[in-house]
């Protein structure tokens, strides 16, 4: 158990991180982030597990293939075209505190699993959770320093929300997998690269020939070039070994706690992007901070094995 808390501890601190990629390339759509990402993530995983690739793809079955793209799509595509969309809108304070409401989701979605613990027990950490959330909300709606329209406050928040949703379904599913698969943590993160990758490139190459807006950019040379290395620091940190450390985690905790720990990237989000705009949380962001690592706290404490009585 220990173990998994750390391990998730980890994948926390390294996904916050892509919280701060839509602010530092504000130019670029969220399809063009969210491809440029997992393309990048694709073509690192390739490299690792070529050595290993021809056994690989012999032990996957239809089954593995199917969740394959699937996770891809809906965990990491969708999943970063919203998260982007949400933190160009409404920004990393908020986009990020809407996600940490993940906790609560995919407590929901695993209360039946083996290891969960019953919804009765978590009742309090979970209204904490509940609590956090609505203060977020109503930082980004009517908060201090609001100056943009309503209409686009509530089109970031609608955008956080889809992913939230996104990545509640990928988590549960994922874990599900892992507990009965016989991939490693790493070999599964890889596969999952690889297939993100190529799914990636095909959006990318559809939207391009069907001219869309969002894949059409005109930027500098030096603009591009940032573009990519901020997305090889994101596939290799955020998502190879972000994924890598959460499979690991997953594979040891239940749902109903595994789901809690996901804040650890709410808060790690949070830190960098008050560090990136050089400001201190607002009062509606620390209340919500503060109710949101109190909820996780209780839900570990009641995850926590009950020692015996000494003699």
Not at 25 to 42: A, M, Q
Request: charged share 10%; hydrophobic share 55%.
């Amino acid at each position: 158990m220990k173990r998994g808390i750390v391990y998730a501890g980890m994948a926390g601190a390294v996904w916050g991180l892509v919280f701060l990629v839509p602010k530092i390339l504000p130019e670029f759509s969220p399809l063009l982030l969210s491809c440029g990402r997992f393309i990048v993530y694709g073509a690192v995983s390739l490299l690792l597990i070529l050595p290993d690739v021809r056994r690989l793809i012999t032990q996957l079955s239809g089954r593995d293939v199917l969740t394959l793209l699937k996770l891809a799509l809906l965990g990491n595509l969708i999943y970063y075209m919203l998260l982007s969309a949400s933190i160009q809108g409404v920004g990393i304070a908020v986009a990020s505190l809407i996600v940490g409401v993940l906790p609560l989701s995919i407590t929901w979605m695993g209360r039946t699993d083996t290891g969960a613990v019953p919804l009765a027990r978590l009742i309090w950490p979970l209204l904490l959770v509940v609590g956090g959330m609505l203060c977020i909300n109503l930082e980004a709606l009517f908060g201090a320093g609001v100056q943009q329209p309503l209409a686009d406050n509530v089109l970031g928040i609608a955008c956080g929300i889809g992913a939230l949703v996104c990545w509640t379904w990928f988590a549960t599913e994922n874990a599900r997998f892992l507990k009965c698969s016989a991939f490693s943590s790493g070999e599964w993160s890889s596969l999952w690269g690889v297939v993100t990758g190529v799914l990636g490139a095909v959006i990318w190459g559809m939207a391009n020939a069907l001219s869309l807006d969002a894949a059409r950019i005109e930027v500098s040379d030096q603009r591009w070039q940032m573009f990519w290395l901020i997305n090889l620091g994101s596939a290799v940190l955020g998502s190879w070994f972000g994924n890598r450390m959460w499979n690991a985690s997953t594979r040891r905790l239940p749902l109903t706690l595994s789901g809690q720990l996901i804040v650890f990237e709410t808060v790690f989000a949070l830190l960098y992007g008050f560090v990136y705009l050089q400001r201190w949380p607002t009062l509606f962001e620390a209340l919500a901070v503060t109710l949101l690592l109190g909820g996780v706290t209780g839900a570990v404490r009641c995850h926590a094995p009950t020692r015996a009585a000494p003699a």
